[in-house]
C-alpha cells in the first residue's frame, strides 16, 4: 500500500500523559498536513509542512501540540499533557506541491485518542 | 473568517433518487474546491475537485460538482444513487496560495436499499 500510513490507529491514555502519534507520508509527497477531527464536524487544520519546514500553524495547536518532520519525509504530532478534550482523531495528510500549488491532498486512516 | 457550510446534517435517500447536496463558502479570493467522501470505516477519499476552468465538474463514482461563483457554491450531484453510496460528505475549500483546507460539518448520506 502506497498510501498515507499512520501510526498507532487507536490510543488509549490517562490524562496528563504524554502521547505521540506518527504519519508516512505518500514517498514523493513533500507537503505533509494535520488535522483533527472530532464527533460530527468535519477536519480542523492543525498545522503543515513543506519538506522540513513548518509553514502554517493553526490558533487550536496550543503549546501543549508540537509537530516535528525532521528530515522532510514522516512527521510525528506530539501532545503533552493530555486532556479529555484531546479525545479527537488526528488526520494525517500529504500533497505533491509544485511551485505555488500546493497540490490534491491525500488522507490516512487517522489515529483515533481517547483520553480518560 | 474562512467557513464553509453544509445545508443538510443527514440525508435518506432510495436507492434510484438524486441527489443534491449543498456547500456555501466564505472566503474573500480564488479558491481551490473539493468534496470528500468517507465510507463507513474508511479514510477520506478525494471525490472530486474544482482548481479552474469548467466550473462543472466530475468525479468518480457518478459524481458532479458544479461551482457557481456568485453564489459562492459548490454543490454536489448524483442522478441517481446507490446503496453503495451511504457515506458522509465533506465539502473544503483551500485558498489559492495556501495550504490548509478548510472543510464543512459533513453531511451523512443514507441511502435505503
Known amino acids: 500500500d502506497t498510501g498515507v500510513s499512520q501510526d498507532p490507529r487507536h490510543k488509549i491514555t490517562k490524562r496528563g500523559q504524554n502521547v505521540t502519534f506518527r504519519c508516512d507520508p505518500i514517498?514523493?509527497?513533500?507537503?505533509l498536513y494535520w488535522y483533527r477531527q472530532t464527533l460530527g464536524q468535519g477536519p480542523e487544520f492543525l498545522t503543515y509542512?513543506?519538506?522540513?519546514?513548518?509553514?502554517?500553524k493553526s490558533r487550536l495547536l496550543s503549546d501543549r501540540f508540537s509537530a516535528e518532520r525532521p528530515k522532510g519525509s514522516f512527521s510525528t504530532l506530539e501532545i503533552q499533557r493530555t486532556e479529555q478534550g484531546d479525545s479527537a482523531m488526528y488526520l494525517c495528510?500529504?500533497?505533491?506541491?509544485?511551485?505555488?500549488?500546493?497540490?490534491?491532498?491525500?488522507f490516512g486512516p487517522g489515529t483515533r485518542l481517547t483520553v480518560l | 473568517a474562512q467557513s464553509v457550510s453544509q445545508h443538510n446534517h443527514h440525508v435518506i435517500l432510495s436507492e434510484a433518487a438524486s441527489l443534491e447536496l449543498g456547500c456555501n463558502y466564505s472566503?474573500?479570493?480564488?479558491?481551490?474546491l473539493f468534496w470528500y467522501v468517507q465510507y463507513p470505516g474508511q479514510h477520506l477519499q478525494l471525490l472530486l475537485k474544482?482548481?479552474?476552468?469548467?466550473?462543472l465538474v466530475k468525479g468518480i463514482k457518478g459524481f458532479e460538482a458544479e461551482f457557481i461563483k456568485s453564489k459562492f457554491s459548490f454543490n454536489l450531484r448524483k442522478p441517481s444513487v446507490q446503496w453503495s453510496d451511504t457515506a458522509e460528505y465533506f465539502c473544503?475549500?483551500?485558498?489559492?496560495?495556501?495550504?490548509?483546507?478548510?472543510f464543512g460539518q459533513g453531511t451523512e448520506l443514507s441511502v435505503k436499499p
Open positions: 495528510a500529504s500533497s505533491l506541491g509544485q511551485g505555488s500549488l500546493p497540490g490534491t491532498q491525500y
Open positions: 514517498s514523493e509527497h513533500n507537503r
Open positions: 509542512f513543506q519538506n522540513e519546514a513548518q509553514l502554517e
Open positions: 472566503y474573500g479570493g480564488t479558491v481551490n
Open positions: 474544482y482548481f479552474s476552468g469548467d466550473p
Open positions: 473544503a475549500v483551500k485558498g489559492f496560495q495556501g495550504g490548509k483546507l478548510i
